[in-house]
């Protein structure tokens, strides 16, 4: 943790309450600690319900924080109100795993773009400008302007989605398993279109998935949740080759590989780790 840090969440429990009388809260995240510096990506792998949206979700002010804190910039931002939450939404944006949904059915693909602009008071003319900039940067043609997010596959419009995330130039997106609803190909085309956007504006990831595979090649430096806590974080190379920690190792021989032989070898050495720690 250090002070040039983007984002700092510190000790961070996120408590669901469950529904019925004299039922215990549900604790999803017990004391998270993780910081993501300006330009950077930050992968967040773990098996499903590790807590990996959840953490996602209190950086978005989407989930309930119950205990220690989280800031951007130096300022705590887990207690924001819904006001300081949209200024907010200049600087942190999201895109989402589903493409299906996360796009408005009824808008078109420039009035998909123009929204955030128009809400943040741009003008007409300027908007219009940076959806033409937007489209071209995330690999769209601009025929493509008056159309609706139906007419577009999901590699396309998780590109839109990233383009609407672009839109007001944001320090930090939260992606939360951007490509597991895209086949292999698309997946690698759109991971690509990531690293690319970075490398033009420097923007940071907090980037979610299940996958390590995934995550291996973009991510700066990775952190593992199981069961709601982080347990490893560090060098993204060295987490996802030589992990630490036996959950990360299985986690690792789970990922899928297109070699049966190579599969073989992994199918072994996870069956000898989880004899070894019975
Ligand atoms: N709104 C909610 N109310 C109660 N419990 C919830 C809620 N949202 C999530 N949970 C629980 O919190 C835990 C963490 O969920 P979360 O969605 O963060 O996991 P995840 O790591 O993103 O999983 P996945 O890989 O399946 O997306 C799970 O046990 C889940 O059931
Ligand atoms: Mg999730």
Do not use: W
């Not at 009824?106 to 003008?123: D, F, G, H, N, W």
Request: aromatic residues 4%; charged residues 25%; proline residues 5%.
């Amino acid at each position: 943790m250090t002070n040039e840090s983007l984002l700092v969440a510190e000790n961070v429990i996120v408590d669901y309450p469950i529904k019925g009388i004299g039922n215990k809260p549900f604790r999803a995240l017990r004391e998270v600690s993780i910081d993501v510096r300006p330009g950077e990506t930050v992968g967040l792998v773990g098996e499903s319900g590790s807590g990996k949206t959840t953490l996602g979700r209190a950086v978005l002010g989407l989930a309930p924080v119950t205990g220690g804190s989280i800031r951007f910039e130096g300022k705590e931002i887990s207690k924001a109100s819904p006001r300081e939450r949209r200024a907010l939404s200049k600087d942190i944006q999201v895109v989402f795993q589903d493409p299906y949904t996360s796009l408005n059915p009824s808008l078109t693909i420039e009035q998909t773009l123009t929204e955030p602009m128009r809400v943040a008071k741009i003008s007409a003319k300027e908007a219009s400008r940076r959806v033409t900039e937007l489209l071209d940067q995330v690999g769209m043609p601009s025929n493509t302007l008056g159309r609706l997010p139906r007419e577009f596959s999901g590699g396309q419009r998780q590109r839109i989605a990233i383009a609407r995330a672009l839109a007001l130039n944001p320090k930090l997106i939260v992606c939360d398993e951007p490509v597991s609803a895209l086949d292999l190909s698309t997946q690698a085309r759109v991971l690509d279109l990531f690293r690319e956007v970075q490398e033009e504006t420097g923007v940071a990831y907090l980037f979610v998935s299940h996958d390590l595979t995934v995550v291996r090649h973009l991510s700066h430096r990775v952190a593992v949740m199981y069961q709601g806590e982080i347990v490893e974080y560090g060098d993204g190379d060295k987490v996802t080759s030589d992990p630490s920690h036996d959950y990360t190792k299985r986690l690792l021989l789970a990922s899928p590989v297109a070699d049966p032989g190579r599969q073989k070898v992994r199918r072994e050495d996870r069956r000898a780790l989880i004899d070894a720690s019975k």
